[in-house]
């Protein structure tokens, strides 16, 4: 194409002519340095363990964690649960902020099925959950991991410190297991706020709201018609 527009020269130098120009033509992406306040925000998500998780009787299930960060203290907590629809997945959520223990003002997610109807909007289930808290939301652009980079990094810290080597008779010990591991985890010093995620949370503590005595009701349920 370049000859037929009249170049003459060699490749090599075309291509180094091309490699010094193309950055002043490329629309590039900007970031920013996000500073957390203390009890404003949660990141929440799903991570998948590599393996499938023990029920019993010889079966096993394909298993997803809820996971849960807090952006200000990094305490983490995770629950696991085998569907991502919205009943199990808000009740993932709800174990989460009982390990917690305090009510954060938004969660961030990203675009889930069960959290995210379309357009940006919640499901109605994600917003009466928390509407029944009183907390807000905050559902991400689509293919946007950056922008809850705190908890991928999580993420990538339970594949390969959490998983390997370790064995589950079924899902009430992979779930006592990971609990364990949460507490190790939230209670030593976190390289990037150079603290102590358990003592953070408990100045974290004072800027956020208690749970209610009853969290918000996640049973599954299903409506069918009787005949006479």
């Given at each position: 194409?370049?000859?037929?527009?009249?170049?003459?020269?060699?490749?090599t130098?075309?291509?180094?002519?091309?490699?010094?120009?193309?950055?002043?033509?490329?629309?590039?992406?900007?970031?920013?340095?996000?500073?957390?306040?203390?009890g404003?925000?949660?990141?929440?998500?799903?991570?998948?363990?590599?393996?499938?998780?023990?029920?019993?009787?010889?079966?096993?299930?394909?298993?997803?964690?809820?996971?849960?960060?807090?952006?200000?203290?990094?305490?983490?907590?995770?629950?696991?649960?085998?569907?991502?629809?919205?009943?199990?997945?808000?009740?993932?959520?709800?174990?989460?902020?009982?390990?917690?223990?305090?009510?954060?003002?938004?969660?961030?997610?990203?675009?889930?099925?069960?959290?995210?109807?379309?357009?940006?909007?919640?499901?109605?289930?994600?917003?009466?959950f928390?509407?029944q808290?009183?907390?807000?939301?905050?559902?991400?652009?689509?293919?946007?991991?950056?922008?809850?980079?705190?908890?991928?990094?999580?993420?990538?810290?339970m594949?390969?410190?959490?998983?390997?080597?370790?064995?589950?008779?079924?899902?009430?010990d992979?779930?006592?297991?990971?609990?364990?591991?949460?507490?190790?985890?939230?209670?030593?010093?976190h390289?990037?706020?150079?603290?102590v995620?358990?003592?953070?949370?408990?100045?974290?503590?004072?800027?956020?709201?208690?749970?209610p005595?009853?969290?918000?009701?996640?049973?599954?349920?299903?409506?069918?018609?009787?005949?006479?």
């Amino acid at each position: 194409m370049a000859i037929e527009l009249g170049y003459a020269g060699g490749k090599t130098v075309f291509d180094d002519y091309v490699r010094e120009v193309r950055p002043r033509f490329q629309v590039r992406r900007t970031f920013q340095r996000t500073v957390y306040r203390p009890g404003e925000l949660v990141q929440c998500d799903l991570w998948e363990p590599r393996e499938l998780i023990a029920v019993g009787h010889g079966q096993r299930r394909r298993g997803y964690v809820v996971t849960t960060e807090l952006c200000w203290s990094r305490v983490v907590a995770g629950a696991l649960i085998f569907s991502k629809e919205a009943p199990d997945t808000l009740w993932g959520l709800a174990r989460c902020l009982e390990r917690i223990g305090v009510l954060p003002e938004k969660r961030v997610w990203d675009r889930e099925g069960a959290i995210h109807a379309g357009g940006g909007s919640p499901t109605d289930e994600f917003a009466a959950f928390c509407g029944q808290l009183g907390v807000g939301w905050m559902i991400l652009e689509a293919a946007d991991p950056q922008a809850k980079g705190i908890l991928e990094r999580s993420h990538r810290f339970m594949r390969t410190n959490f998983e390997p080597g370790r064995r589950f008779a079924n899902h009430l010990d992979f779930q006592a297991q990971f609990d364990a591991w949460c507490d190790r985890a939230n209670a030593r010093v976190h390289r990037t706020i150079r603290a102590v995620p358990t003592e953070r949370l408990v100045q974290e503590r004072a800027r956020m709201r208690p749970l209610p005595a009853r969290l918000p009701d996640c049973d599954r349920r299903t409506v069918a018609p009787v005949p006479q």
